[in-house]
Every structure is written in structure tokens, then in C-alpha cells.
């Protein structure tokens, strides 16, 4: 069955720290992929998206992410968070034609100012 | 543009009890698909549909059903309540399922 990990279910960060969040997908064929984000009190929004062309693709926020097929990974990054970043990320996978996008558990990421 | 609407936002039922969820995608959007997100869990999908057609359904007993409108709203009934469908119920639209999904704010179920 497809699935999607998320590698930390918690990440607490200092300002201006940097920030990578992992994401492996179990698929092997074609897929798109999205990092969504949850503000606390918000709902679910898009944060970036990769469909195909350059594997590094950048987001709203200074959010960066690459596409590594060979490993199966989404990695998002940024490199140094502030404190209004804290929300919880999402990272999800849909293989085209499938029609069932499928989310890691997600990761909570609190900053401390 | 409007967002994606759901209603109720809260609800407390009791167990045995059915309930159903609405949700009203943004405008031109013709994919809908409903989630349940419970904490630790991340978002489980229940089902997508287009164009009134359901298209794919995810692991969840037959209690939970769903329907879309011509006009693309859909709703989610849970029949038979159990404690444990107490969850936030997400649904998101999207122009097509491969596309990029906006989420509604959820509607917040409590079974007691």
C-alpha cells in the first residue's frame, strides 16, 4: 500500500535555526508532491508543490523542498525559521491517476523566539 | 473567491447516532475528497469524488459514505456512531485531483 513517512513528529527550533523536515514515499511511479502547513487555529494550506522540471522547488515563506526520486524523498527545508513559523507541516504524495492524495502523520514544529 | 466551506463546524452526537457533514468547494472546482484528521494519525482519506462520481474510496468501514451534487457540493454521512469517529473532518477541492487541494476549515465531531 502507498504511504508517506514523516520522520519527526515533533521538532522544536530556536529562531533563525535552520529547518529540514523529512518525507519518504513508498510509490514508484509517477507522483506529485506538496508540502501543506497548518497554523494553529488555521486551516490546511498550500505551503509548495513539485509536478516535474527542477527537483528543488520553492514555496511561499523562504520554504524550499527537493524532490529526490532515487530516495523516494520530499525533503522541505529553510534556512533559519522565525517564530511565526511554528504550525504543523504535511507533506503528501498523490501518483497521477490515483485520485487519493496520501499524508504523512505530519510533523509539529514549535520555534522559540 | 470564496473558500471552501463546511458545515457545521461543531458537533456532538451520540454513540449510534448518524450524522452527516457538508461542504461547499470553491467555484469552478469539481473534485472533492474528505478526510478525517486525528492527532498522531495525520489526515486519513475517506473518499474523493468528481463529477458525482466517486472515484476512489480509502480503508474506512462502510458506515462512512458520501455523496456529490451536481453543483459539486458534497456531504459524508456516518451512520452507526462509534467513540471513536470523534475526529475533524476535512474536506478539500480541488480543479482535479491532481492539482493542489484548499481545505476547508473542517467540521469538529464529538461522539459521547
Known amino acids: 500500500a502507498q504511504s508517506v513517512s514523516q520522520h519527526n513528529h515533533h521538532v522544536i527550533l530556536s529562531e533563525a535555526a535552520s529547518l529540514e523536515l523529512g518525507c519518504n514515499y513508498s510509490?514508484?511511479?509517477?507522483?506529485?508532491l506538496f508540502w501543506y502547513v497548518q497554523y494553529p487555529g488555521q486551516h490546511l494550506q498550500l505551503l509548495l508543490k513539485?509536478?516535474?522540471?527542477?527537483?528543488l522547488v520553492k514555496g511561499i515563506k523562504g520554504f524550499e523542498a527537493e524532490f529526490i526520486k532515487s530516495k523516494f524523498s520530499f525533503n522541505l527545508r529553510k534556512p533559519s525559521v522565525q517564530w511565526s513559523d511554528t504550525a504543523e507541516y504535511f507533506c503528501?504524495?498523490?501518483?497521477?491517476?490515483?485520485?487519493?492524495?496520501?499524508f504523512g502523520a505530519g510533523t509539529r514544529l514549535f520555534v522559540k523566539a | 473567491k470564496a473558500g471552501v466551506t463546511q458545515t457545521p463546524r461543531y458537533l456532538i452526537k451520540t454513540r449510534g447516532q448518524q450524522v452527516t457533514l457538508s461542504c461547499s468547494p470553491i467555484?469552478?472546482?469539481?473534485?472533492v475528497s474528505w478526510y478525517q484528521q486525528t492527532p498522531g494519525q495525520g489526515l486519513q482519506f475517506l473518499f474523493e469524488?468528481?463529477?458525482?462520481?466517486?472515484?476512489n474510496k480509502g480503508n474506512f468501514p462502510g458506515r462512512f459514505s458520501g455523496r456529490q451534487f451536481s453543483n459539486s457540493r458534497s456531504e459524508m454521512n456516518v451512520s452507526t456512531l462509534e467513540l471513536g469517529d470523534s475526529a475533524l473532518y476535512l474536506c478539500?477541492?480541488?480543479?482535479?485531483?491532481?492539482?493542489?487541494?484548499?481545505f476547508g476549515q473542517g467540521t469538529r465531531l464529538t461522539v459521547v
Open positions: 478539500a477541492s480541488s480543479r482535479d485531483t491532481n492539482t493542489e487541494a484548499f
Open positions: 467555484s469552478g472546482h469539481r473534485s
Open positions: 469524488y468528481f463529477s458525482e462520481t466517486q472515484r
Open positions: 503528501a504524495v498523490i501518483h497521477t491517476g490515483g485520485f487519493k492524495t496520501i
Open positions: 513539485y509536478f516535474s522540471g527542477d527537483p
Open positions: 510509490y514508484g511511479g509517477t507522483v506529485n
